[in-house]
């Protein structure tokens, strides 16, 4: 901030006395008006007396200062909104540490589980999928870690919003396949046209949170890390 009149060598000697070492405390709404003050101030004692400042020069330098000040409150005011949601973020994601969640991908991990008498087995898959807008139909193809399709899915019609499917493990013949990890294309159209906004989601598992600098991160036992943001279904 200046104020007319004032020399440079005036200048620089005020803000050498007024200013904070540190380049956040400039920024400080108090200090920004008692450096304006004493620059004011010197300004008004070494004003020529017979060309002193008139009142317009002065009320424009005034509205210099309420300006400045009316910008530090809207930056102290956001920076605390910024704060207080990063806290709630942190407190959000706690609560999903031991979860599955849904998050853009097209991985599935084909288990066997046992049934409570331990009689009969189950596999399955959990997968997903977001449309942005309506389909008239969509379409999943199961592929195994060679690329190859082993299954094909045909959901039927969508409409706008995130879901989620179980995939039985069983390729095209009903022939159960073995554990492990697979991959799947996901095709949704719409008036014979491919959708372009679809998304295909996986399921992972949240292990922890890391809070810093790039917010509040989702870590998973596969070691990548998503936003909050990124979490389409929590399961």
Known sequence: ??????????AAQVNSTTSPSSTS????????????????VTQLKNQDPLNPMDNAAMTSQLAQLSTVQGINQVNSTLQALRSDQASQQSVQATNLIGKGV??????????????SDGTTTV?????GYDLASPADDVSVQVMD????????????SGQIGSFTQVWDGKDDSG???????????LTATSAGKTLTDSTALNLVAVTSISTGSGGTKLNTSS???YQLSDVKQVM
Do not use: H, R
């Open 145 to 156: 870690k060679n690329g190859n399709v082993v299954n094909n899915i045909d959901l039927g």
């Open 1 to 10: 901030m200046s104020v007319s009149g004032v020399s440079d060598t005036t």
């Open 102 to 115: 849904m998050v853009s991908g097209n991985s599935l991990s084909l288990n066997t589980s046992k049934s």
């Open 123 to 127: 596999s399955g898959a959990v997968f």
């Open 25 to 40: 405390n400039n920024t400080d709404i108090g200090a920004d008006q008692d450096k304006f003050m004493t620059l004011l």
């Open 175 to 185: 022939k159960q396949l073995a554990d492990g990890d697979y991959t799947f294309k």
């Open 223 to 225: 070691g990548q890390q």
